[in-house]
């Protein structure tokens, strides 16, 4: 958003062009604006019940707020109500007359510029704060203000547009989830292979009488598996020393991420003991999050050899009875989720499920035929699923550049007509210029 200014533009600083007011409000006041109120997506803010503290300040209508605390987060808004009460760690912009109504807050709400402008002007660590100095030391560009009004216009007709496609695009991820979770349930219950069992008459007429599909049997994990076992307490290091050691974060989506992966030094029998194999699956046994508990991983052959650490549970399938694929998919479905968030236990805000749960989770298990068939559909379609986020991805990454480069257009003169007959903004800052000078040259805070 910098450059050559289009004819007739002018600039200056925020500190020339706004007071920075410091009304004082009165404490218990409802409603109340708080940093956390303001979306930093958006730059929208909600209003709760919560009523104002002591030492508040009262903002009016139009003036442009910008957080002080955490600035490069971009909480910036712009009051819509005649007066609000709103806390003291915002700094308030009070337009002196250079701009119409949201062309300030346009300008600076989604300028990546100003936020790193307002980072490099903070102090503290865990909670960078900066000055009312570095948040009006910033120069605007400015257009004559019929041309301010036209461009906001444009942004407020086009930003629109952009927020109704990012939320027709937010809906994707829910969609994807629902279709793995059918796709599942499907799989599980015999429904997703229903026509390849079709093709076996003896097969369907046994169908028609029982709601089980041929073939099928309603089982427990115990009895496919030929072991459950905890993992190491042993320390983790992020030093490559010793033996790789598989934790939580290291569950991800049926399947192991390396992405976050620690060490340890085991005495060679636990090592042998807690040693993985292709075709083992890691279930996550306790967390503060009953959501993951029950969540797991299928160990497939580069991961030969690591160890897990004690909040996992190894389960080692036997093979000639399950296909561990097939029981990964199994213990990811919802039926299982239901039975694991029935059986977790919190203690202490830690929720847990130990091996003997886990052993008696119940499931329907088919022949290792259509194990093997339903693992390649499920498979199959999941892949689909994947090229579909892939793609909403990267639809999602370019929509959100579409404001910050929209914006830059229209600060560049770019987005709407230019009328040679609009009073140049040079005019204009003379004026306040003028007013300002005959008010004694006040810095432009007011008490």
């Keep these: 958003m910098n450059g050559e200014l289009p004819k007739g533009w002018a600039s200056a600083r925020i500190g020339e062009l706004c007071d920075v007011p410091k009304d004082k409000g009165h404490e218990g006041v409802v409603p109340y604006l708080e940093i956390g109120n303001v979306d930093i997506n958006s730059k929208e803010y909600t209003l709760t019940d919560k009523p104002s503290v002591k030492g508040c300040r009262i903002a009016k209508k139009h003036d442009v707020l910008v957080s002080r605390v955490r600035p490069t987060r971009g909480a910036i808004t712009w009051i819509r109500e005649d007066e609000l009460a709103v806390s003291s760690a915002f700094t308030m912009l009070r337009n002196r007359g250079a701009f119409t109504e949201k062309y300030l807050w346009r300008y600076l709400a989604w300028n990546q510029n100003y936020f790193d402008h307002l980072g490099e002007n903070c102090t503290g660590t865990m909670y960078p704060t900066t000055s009312d100095d570095a948040i009006i030391d910033f120069k605007v560009p400015i257009a004559p203000l019929p041309e301010q ?16 496609s990012q939320k027709r695009i937010a809906k994707i991820p829910v969609i994807l989830k629902r279709f793995r979770q059918s796709v599942l349930a499907a799989a599980c219950s015999g429904r997703l292979t229903s026509d390849w069992r079709e093709k076996d008459p003896i097969a369907q007429r046994e169908a028609d009488r029982d709601e089980i599909p041929s073939g099928w049997k309603p089982i427990c994990v115990g009895d496919v598996v030929e072991n459950l076992k905890y993992g190491t307490a042993q320390k983790c290091g992020y030093e490559k020393q010793g033996v790789p050691v598989l934790r939580i974060p290291n569950v991800v989506n049926g399947l192991i991420d ?4 620690k060490y340890a030094k085991l005495p060679s029998k636990e090592r042998e003991q807690l040693k993985l194999y292709d075709g083992d699956i890691l279930l996550i046994r306790s967390n503060g999050s009953v959501s993951l508990v029950g969540r797991c991983a299928l160990v497939e052959e580069e991961y030969s050899g690591f160890a897990y650490a004690g909040y996992l549970i190894r389960i080692r399938p036997i093979r000639g009875l399950v296909d561990p694929k097939f ?7 919802y039926d299982i989720r239901l039975q694991i968030e029935l059986e977790a236990r919190s203690t202490s805000g830690v929720n847990n499920i130990n091996s003997e749960e886990v052993r008696a989770l119940r499931f329907l298990l088919p022949p290792s035929t259509e194990q093997q068939e339903i693992v390649r559909r499920v498979e199959s379609l999941f892949a689909l699923a994947d090229q579909i986020e892939a793609r909403f991805q990267k639809a999602q990454a370019q929509v959100d550049k579409l404001s910050p480069s929209i914006l830059a257009k229209a600060f560049r003169g770019e987005l709407v007509p230019q009328d040679p007959n609009d009073e140049p903004a040079s005019v ?11 008010s004694g040259g006040k810095h432009g805070r007011t008490k």
């Excluded at 390396?258 to 992966?261: K, R, T, W």
């Excluded at 029981?327 to 479905?333: H, K």
């Design 327 to 333: 029981l990964n998919l199994v213990l990811g479905s």
């Design 258 to 261: 390396c992405s976050d992966l």
């Design 149 to 164: 009004h036209r461009l906001v216009a444009k942004l407020e007709e086009v930003h629109s547009k952009v927020e109704s």
């Design 428 to 438: 204009l800052l003379q004026k306040i210029k003028t007013v300002r000078e005959k």
